[in-house]
């Protein structure tokens, strides 16, 4: 009897070690499982698509905010079956231009098949034929590959003859000479869009494209063709800029970005360190599909800040974001959420087979249906006002629920699902900012479509040498991204530019600059004009 004590304390002892190693093993089983997790986007990373095109076939039971007449019919006999719903985002492709479509947007050259003149005589009576009208055979898409000439220009002088006479003096009248692009070089309007192009838009670095210049038969280093993008950016793009800009910061609803640089000689930094890309643009409602990019050492709201400062004037404006605290700096701004960052989070946190009652599944289904709905009130079938209706009718109850559901989860620290639920609480508010206004998207993929071409530059170029390759490279993708944004070819435009606003700005100190927006009307028909006739001009 003096022993059961013993006993006891031993069964007390050996019940706790029991639930330390059950903690201990629970907390591997959650670290296997975040490890995995984490393992397995690394792979998808690297080896799986990078597309966000999403396809699940869900049970709309599993979400009672989905399955309302369902719920109201469990009571009956013989309940119907659940539906399965398929929420899917396909791309509808686009119709095939038919030849005759093709051939309205591009010059046409003619050939004509003729009868030797000798030979115009009737096999049969041995007279004379006659035309009688011509008869369409086919038609085929040709192609002019580069070429590298030079252009030498001259100008006529004239003197009057009697001046000298009288006064032995020459009165010479010369014409006005165009202002070249680069002053005291041997670039051109179309050689610098050219250079251009092919970096900003094919993605082609200089070094490579210094090799294709050897092809032409042209021996141009990399240095130089840097510093025509350089000079022209500075002088000629970036008056634009200016103005663009002054524009942006009016506009009710601006998004904002930032992407990563690197900049070889920066003072004060390592070559290794990295710099930023802050990139601007209008939304919906506008007043012109505006895109800015601009270089910054550094990616501290401070940035953002100074950037739209004044913006909106003395209302507030829309500001849309990733959700990266540094715009809570911006003055005057209301916070607008992504929720395509937010369904991001929730996919990352799913495994590769989710069970209808996981957490990232559900979260993710949230998402999808949001997205459904916005892609039901779509700006080409509904106005701003009626989406704003339409949104507080059918969005504004998905939204409670999902937050309501957000609020019972209690993940795993440093888990991926932890840092799902960690961003839908604290971005709440700005998660919901859509609902204020028709005008605003459920999402920052417009802006992040704009930083695209950068980033699939930046694989091939790396860096930039200086900080004023940098900057030369801001007012680049700007015009570039501007023009697209407008419909407008990008090397067309660039070519108008570089052959025309010199004239312009050269001349004045305060030119207008109106009449060369890509959004003035009848500036994309004098571009490819301007295109036409330049290839034209090389036929002879």
């Not at 249906?369 to 701003?384: C, I, N, S, V, Y």
Request: hydrophobic share 40%; charged share 25%.
């Amino acid at each position: 009897m003096k022993t059961q004590p013993i006993f006891t304390g031993l069964r007390a002892e050996v019940a706790a070690h029991i639930e330390l190693q059950e903690q201990k093993i629970n907390a591997l089983k959650k670290q296997v499982e975040n490890l995995s997790a984490l393992v397995r986007k690394l792979r998808d990373a690297k080896f799986g698509s990078s597309s966000e095109r999403i396809k699940y076939i869900f049970d709309t039971n599993q979400l009672t905010l989905f399955n309302e007449k369902e719920v109201a019919a469990a009571a009956e006999p013989t309940p119907p079956e659940p539906e399965a719903i398929t929420i899917t985002y396909e791309r509808k492709r686009k119709p095939k231009r038919t030849k005759n479509q093709l051939a309205e947007l591009l010059p046409v050259r003619e050939v004509v098949i003729d009868i030797p003149e000798d030979e115009r005589n009737c096999n049969i009576s041995n007279g004379d034929m006659n035309p009688i009208g011509r008869e369409f055979v086919r038609q085929e898409l040709g192609f002019i590959p580069a070429q590298a000439y030079v252009t030498k220009t001259y100008r006529v002088n004239y003197g009057c003859n009697d001046c000298i006479k009288e006064t032995d003096e020459a009165n010479i009248i010369k014409p006005p000479v165009p202002v070249p692009v680069v002053r005291g070089g041997l670039a051109s309007p179309e050689s610098i869009a050219h250079v251009m192009y092919q970096k900003y838009v094919n993605a082609m670095p200089l070094y490579r494209q210094e090799k294709d210049w050897k092809n032409f038969g042209v021996d141009i280093c990399r240095g130089t063709l840097a510093n025509w993008i350089i000079y022209a950016s500075k002088h000629w793009l970036r008056p634009l800029w200016d103005e663009w800009k002054n524009i942006l910061i009016t506009s009710p609803l601006i998004l904002a970005d930032e992407t990563v640089i690197q900049v070889l000689r920066e003072p004060g930094k390592t070559p290794q360190s990295e710099s930023r890309m802050w990139v601007y643009a209008t939304g919906r409602g506008g007043p012109a599909p505006i895109i800015l990019f601009e270089y910054q050492p550094t990616r501290a709201g401070e940035h953002a800040r100074r950037f739209l400062a004044g913006a909106g004037g003395e209302k507030e404006f829309f500001l849309h974001t990733d959700g990266y605290p540094g715009y809570s700096k911006v003055l005057n701004a209301i916070s607008c959420g992504c929720w395509a960052h937010m369904r991001r989070k929730f996919k990352d946190a799913m495994p590769k087979e989710p069970p209808p009652d996981n957490p990232g599944f559900i979260g993710l289904t949230y998402c999808q249906k949001l997205f459904e709905l916005e892609k039901r009130f779509g700006a080409e079938k509904l106005t701003p006002t009626q989406r704003y209706d339409m949104r507080l009718i059918e969005s504004q109850p998905v939204l409670d629920a999902f937050f309501a559901w957000v609020c019972t989860l209690d993940p795993l620290a440093g888990a991926r699902l932890a840092a799902a639920v960690t961003y839908a609480k604290n971005q709440r508010k700005e998660l919901n900012a859509f609902l204020l206004d028709g005008h605003i998207d459920i999402s920052t993929n417009m802006i992040e479509n704009a930083i695209r071409p950068m980033a699939l530059g930046r694989k091939n170029w790396l860096f930039s040498h200086s900080v004023a390759g940098a900057q030369a490279s801001a007012m680049a993708y700007s015009v570039i991204g501007t023009a697209f944004a407008n419909g407008i070819n990008p090397y067309e435009y660039l070519l108008y530019l570089f052959t025309n606003l010199p004239q312009v700005i050269y001349k004045k100190d305060k030119p207008d600059l109106s009449p060369f927006f890509p959004w003035t009307d009848g500036v994309a028909e004098q571009c490819k004009e301007s295109r036409i006739q330049f290839r034209q001009s090389l036929i002879v």
